[in-house]
């Protein structure tokens, strides 16, 4: 049936405060993962909106066409229902909160309780999408591939190398799964913390091919705990992506500002927002 959120004003029903604390009570969870579902909301958020094409302005957060099959079968989204349906009950709390808004400011709270920057986050998506609006299956990155693969989704977005570089940050967060991707592990010993992990371990360690039958990827030499995609270290290979992991290694403020605007950006990509929509920037809570 129609969505208490398909038309452009129900926004303005919702008190997002009052969402952004009922999403931040639900992270912690012992018996998922690391400890927080903060990661995968980060994940979804991401997945929601990396869809968008800048030629023919397909795609993107709004409308939330990555719930509807057959893009939420798509092989890059693989767990991310287990996000979804964690979120579900406060769609049923906030009827009039749209899909759209939900995913991207569960994205938010990831960041931003995990101990990360304050992320600009705008309401007035709106559930006015169908499946048929659904995005192609080549829309995401394939972590088997390098820089050139990298650039070509990410400028399709819109995004430049800086922002590109800044963005994969988020790899600081969260783990890779066999059941989901087929790659395994976390990226760095706290991935329940938003640091600049990803890019002094990246540039600090000896990456070997993990010995295994799974998908080839890259494991840390002295204690292989740690991993890296393919696509990860394009970050470490490619020069110009390089002088950015540098610069986020040694300066972890600077890549806190560039992840922020980044991130913020590429929630938005797409969404054409009421002109007297609030920007919130949310306090983080203790
Ligand atoms: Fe990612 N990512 N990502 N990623 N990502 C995976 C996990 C997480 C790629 C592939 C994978 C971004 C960029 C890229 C997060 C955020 C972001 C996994 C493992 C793969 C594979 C999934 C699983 O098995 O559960 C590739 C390739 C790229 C690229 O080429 C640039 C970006 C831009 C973001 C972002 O948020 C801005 C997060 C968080 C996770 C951890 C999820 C979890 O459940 O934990």
């Known amino acids: 049936g129609a969505s208490a959120a398909s038309t452009e004003d129900s926004w303005r029903k919702v008190n997002f405060h009052n969402v952004y ?34 030629g ?30 964690r979120l579900e009950p406060l769609k049923k709390k906030y009827p009039h909160i749209s899909y759209g808004d939900l995913y991207t400011l569960a994205g938010v709270v990831g960041v931003q309780e995990l101990g990360g920057p304050t992320v600009r986050w705008r309401p007035g998506r709106v559930d006015n999408k169908t499946k048929e609006q659904c995005t192609p299956d080549d829309r995401l990155p394939d972590a088997a591939q390098g820089a050139d693969h990298v650039r070509a989704i990410f400028y399709r977005m819109g995004f430049d190398d800086q922002e590109i570089a800044a963005l994969v940050g988020a790899h600081a967060l969260g783990r890779c799964h066999s059941t989901r991707s087929g790659y395994e592990g976390p990226w760095n010993a706290s991935p329940t913390a938003f640091t600049n992990f990803f890019y002094t371990e990246l540039l600090q360690n000896t990456w070997v091919p993990k010995k295994w039958s799974g998908p080839f990827q890259f494991v840390d030499k002295p204690t292989g705990e740690f991993m890296m995609l393919p696509a990860d270290l394009a970050f470490r290979t490619d020069p110009v992506f390089r002088r950015h992991a540098e610069r986020y290694a040694a300066d972890q403020d600077a890549f806190f500002a560039d992840f922020a605007k980044a991130f913020s950006r590429l929630l938005e990509l797409g969404v054409s927002f009421p002109a007297d929509a609030p920007v919130y920037e949310f306090k983080a809570l203790d």
């Open 21 to 54: 604390k009922d999403i931040a009570a639900l992270l912690e969870d012992e018996s998922y993962d690391d400890g927080s579902y903060g990661p995968v909301f980060v994940r979804l958020a991401w997945h929601a909106s990396g869809t968008y094409d800048v």
């Open 56 to 85: 023919s302005k397909t795609g993107g957060s709004n409308g939330a066409t990555i719930r509807f099959s057959p893009e939420a079968d798509h092989g890059a989204n693989a767990g991310l229902g287990v996000a979804r349906a």
